[in-house]
């Protein structure tokens, strides 16, 4: 009994630590995603899901800062996402101009 008592404390310690940990990874993953946006011309032809995406960043650093770790982990995560659509839109729109 004890053994499996040290076996659920360890791995709930294990699965705390994980979401405990900084997320670096998404936070970079948003960044790159961004200035892949900006550099498609998203700030011109997807204006509005660019500064969203951008907004979303900003909030994830501020969460970042103050050890919100999970929350910045799932903001980076939607700031990305909003990028990506908003470059996939600039994109969009340079193929379909003459």
């Not at 961004?34 to 011309?41: F, H, R, S, V």
């Not at 103050?66 to 929350?71: K, L, N």
């Amino acid at each position: 009994m004890r053994k499996y008592r040290i076996a659920a404390v360890s791995l709930l310690l294990t699965l705390l630590a994980g979401c405990a940990t900084a997320p670096v990874q998404e936070m970079s993953d948003a960044r790159q995603a961004l200035q892949a946006a900006q550099q498609a011309g998203a700030q011109q032809d997807a204006p509005q899901e660019f500064a969203r995406a951008k907004a979303l960043m900003q909030s994830a650093e501020d969460q970042l800062g103050v050890g919100g770790y999970q929350s910045a982990r799932k903001l980076a995560e939607q700031a990305k996402s909003a990028a990506q659509q908003a470059r996939d839109w600039a994109l969009k729109k340079e193929n379909k101009t003459p």
